[in-house]
Nanobody, 116 residues
Framework: QVQLVESGGGLVQFGGSLRLSCAAS????????MGWYRQPPGKQRELVAT???????NYANSVKGRFTISRDNAKNTVYLQMNSLKPEDTAVYYC??????????WGQGTLVTVSS
């Protein structure tokens, strides 16, 4: 059973930066498409960014140019570098692994709060 553990959330001021990490258990991490999602207060969960096993990336329009997703297969870890943070980026951020062919595994989430 794959487990995901996020870290790196916290309180940051408008315009600041944070880096989220998601560490995965198991030995097949390099095969997974990994993603970051977020759920703002009172809203539905939404896609932030994904990265495939071949390092292809995809971003939500709202974070393009500010956030960068990356992965380190040697460390079984996916990262989300968040720059130029805005109050509307405040949310619980979740890591997700897509295990082929159809299994999804979610982390427990980490809270990011951006103050204005």
């Amino acid at each position: 059973q794959v487990q995901l553990v996020e870290s790196g959330g916290g309180l940051v001021q408008f315009g600041g930066s944070l880096r989220l990490s998601c560490a995965a258990s198991g030995s097949a991490f390099r095969l997974y498409t990994m993603g970051w999602y977020r759920q703002p207060p009172g809203k539905q969960r939404e896609l932030v960014a994904t990265i495939t096993s071949g390092d292809s990336t995809n971003y939500a329009n709202s974070v393009k140019g500010r956030f960068t997703i990356s992965r380190d297969n040697a460390k079984n870890t996916v990262y989300l570098q968040m720059n130029s943070l805005k109050p509307e980026d405040t949310a619980v951020y979740y890591c997700k692994a897509d295990l082929p062919p159809y299994v999804e595994v979610w982390g427990q989430g980490t809270l990011v709060t951006v103050s204005s």
